[in-house]
T-cell receptor
C-alpha cells in the first residue's frame, strides 16, 4: 500500500523558536496532502490542505502565518510552526491520498509529537 | 461545512461480545465514509469504508451500515478480541473528493 513518512517523530524546542515537520509520500505522488493536529485523547482536527505548487488552504481558526505550509514537490509537504509556544505542543500528523487507487482512502504519516518548553 | 458526531465516546465490552459505534454527519452531499483505528501513539489505519451508493459492507468481523436519508452510519465489530482495543474514528468526505472530516472518536476496551 501507499506509504507516507513523517519526520521528525519527536521534537522538543524552546518557546519562540520555529520547527519544521516534513511529510513525504514514498511510493506515490500526492498533489494534495492534509495536515491534522491531535491533542491527547482527542480527534484529528484538520488544519490545512496542502496543494502542490500553490498556496495551502487553511481551515477556519488556523493561523496561516503561524503554521506555514509548503508543498514544493509531488512527494513532499512541510509544516513549519513559527515562533512556537507551549500551547502549540501537540501531535501533528499528515496524510495523503494515492490518486492511482482512487478510493478516497487517506494514508497517514507516523506523526510528529511537538513539545514546546 | 461538514460536522461529524460520534457515540459513544468510550465503550467497554467483554471479549467475544459485539461492539457498535454510531456516527452522524451534517452534509448531505458527503459520499464517502471511512472508519479508522488508532492505537496509542500510532498512526490511524483504515479498517473499512463505505460509499453512499451502498447501504452495508462487511469484512470478516467488521461491518459498516449507512443510512443516507437519516445521515447515520455505524460500525459493527463482532466477536471482539483484546487486540480490537483502540480508538476508532468515523469520518466523512464530501463530493469534492477533498478533505476528510473526522468524528471525535470512540475509545474501545475489550476486556479479556
Amino acid at each position: 500500500g501507499a506509504v507516507v513518512s513523517q519526520h521528525p517523530s519527536r521534537v522538543i524546542c524552546k518557546s519562540g523558536t520555529s520547527v519544521k515537520i516534513e511529510c513525504r509520500s514514498l511510493d506515490f505522488q500526492a498533489t494534495t496532502m492534509f495536515w491534522y493536529r491531535q491533542f491527547p485523547k482527542q480527534s484529528l482536527m484538520l488544519m490545512a490542505t496542502s496543494n502542490e505548487g500553490s498556496k495551502a488552504t487553511y481551515e477556519q481558526g488556523v493561523e496561516k502565518d503561524k503554521f506555514l505550509i509548503n508543498h514544493a514537490s509531488l512527494t513532499l509537504s512541510t509544516l513549519t510552526v513559527t515562533s512556537a509556544h507551549p500551547e502549540d505542543s501537540s501531535f501533528y500528523i499528515c496524510s495523503a491520498r494515492d490518486i492511482r487507487i482512487d478510493t478516497g482512502e487517506l494514508f497517514f504519516g507516523e506523526g510528529s509529537r511537538l513539545t514546546v518548553l | 461545512g461538514e460536522n461529524v458526531e460520534q457515540h459513544p465516546s468510550t465503550l467497554s465490552v467483554q471479549e467475544g461480545d459485539s461492539a457498535v459505534i454510531k456516527c452522524t454527519y451534517s452534509d448531505s452531499a458527503s459520499n464517502y465514509f471511512p472508519w479508522y483505528k488508532q492505537e496509542l501513539g500510532k498512526r490511524p489505519q483504515l479498517i473499512i469504508d463505505i460509499r453512499s451508493n451502498v447501504g452495508e459492507k462487511k469484512d470478516q468481523r467488521i461491518a459498516v451500515t449507512l443510512n443516507k436519508t437519516a445521515k447515520h452510519f455505524s460500525l459493527h465489530i463482532t466477536e471482539t478480541q483484546p487486540e480490537d482495543s483502540a480508538v476508532y474514528f468515523c469520518a466523512a468526505m464530501g463530493t469534492s473528493y477533498d478533505k476528510v472530516i473526522f468524528g471525535p472518536g470512540t475509545s474501545l476496551s475489550v476486556i479479556p
